[in-house]
């Protein structure tokens, strides 16, 4: 199996060093050439929990600047696309260069809007909306910590030209891509219902990233005093009311699962908290701004969700940080 990865960040790292060491051919595809050198000096080390660590030297994956999309060899037979929501454009922009046609495209952004993105360049592309809850975090340029062991869930090809979900075929490609996601170690399994996983990590991400952002607090902190939790409620609460207007599904459990979320991440910086120590730009728009583009649609208010949307809009912002 060939698979082309886009963007060699955490979690582009994670999966190119261990595909490559479970026998993937992978293409890891930079932008900036500097990226290109050190990967191939140095390669991709991978650091497990358990103290465990892989290390993947250059050739034994491929790394090729962006600039250079369409590949000269074929393409792989599927497209990670493991860029931030804000790269997502810069990045199908580019691949809009070559043929869609062929192209198998796996997106594992958080929030929502990216595969809308992706259909618009790439109309004949498939694009496999995933959502997973692996955890990733970079120590350095080409090193990743696997922070967390998670469970990957790939949902059915979305096609721009007709916006249509095709059906699994059970003996088909995507079941031998969770295959060999599962044997290089990350569980992935087929999603029939994706939508929901993806509006329910939506909900999560709403109300966890932006609060500890804030309060500059890890994830278990969020649960640590009456008016944190007061807060957490009432985001959770406006979130709530929104999909209902909007005809979205959801279910009474996430509340107590979104608590364990905190509660199983308790020493964690959320990926916006990092964001926003390091003065990169956030992924505010695709989460806290699609409950209010959502609420916005169905005629509702979403006055929480704005107030901490220009929050975080508002905090320092290092220019030329990452995205
Ligand atoms: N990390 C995690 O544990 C998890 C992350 N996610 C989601 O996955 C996505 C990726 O997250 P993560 O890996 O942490 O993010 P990172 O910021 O670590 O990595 C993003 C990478 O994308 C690269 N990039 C941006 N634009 C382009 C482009 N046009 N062409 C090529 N590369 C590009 C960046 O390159 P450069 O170095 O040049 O800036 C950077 O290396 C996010 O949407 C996140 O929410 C979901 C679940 C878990
Ligand atoms: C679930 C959570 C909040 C775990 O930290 C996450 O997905 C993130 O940090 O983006």
Sequence with gaps: MRIDIIGAGALGLLYAGKLAAAGVKIRLWVRRPESADILRRKGITVKEQNGESLHMKYPGFDVQLMKNWPPAVQTGDWVFLMTKQNGVREAVECM?????????IVSMQNGIGHTDTIAKYLPYASIYPAVTTEGARR??????????????????????????????????????LADKLT????ETRLSENIEKSIYRKLLFNAV????TAIWRVPNGELLSSPERMDMLRQLYDESIRIFESCGIGWQAEWWEELLQVCRNTAFNCSSMLADVMAG??????????????????????????????????GMPYIQGGNG
């Design 139 to 176: 120590s350095g340029e080409v090193v990743v910590e696997h922070a967390g062991k998670g469970v990957t869930e790939l949902g059915g090809a979305l096609r721009g030209d007709s916006g249509s979900v095709q059906p699994f075929s059970t003996a088909g490609r995507e079941k031998l």
């Design 280 to 313: 990169r730009r956030t992924e505010i728009e695709a989460i806290n701004g699609q409950f209010i583009r959502l609420a916005r649609e169905a005629g509702v208010d979403a006055p929480l969700h704005k107030a901490i949307r220009d929050i975080i809009n």
């Design 183 to 186: 044997e290089a170690g990350f």
């Design 208 to 211: 966890i990233n932006p609060l």
């Design 96 to 104: 809009a260069k070559g043929a869609g046609k062929n192209l198998h």
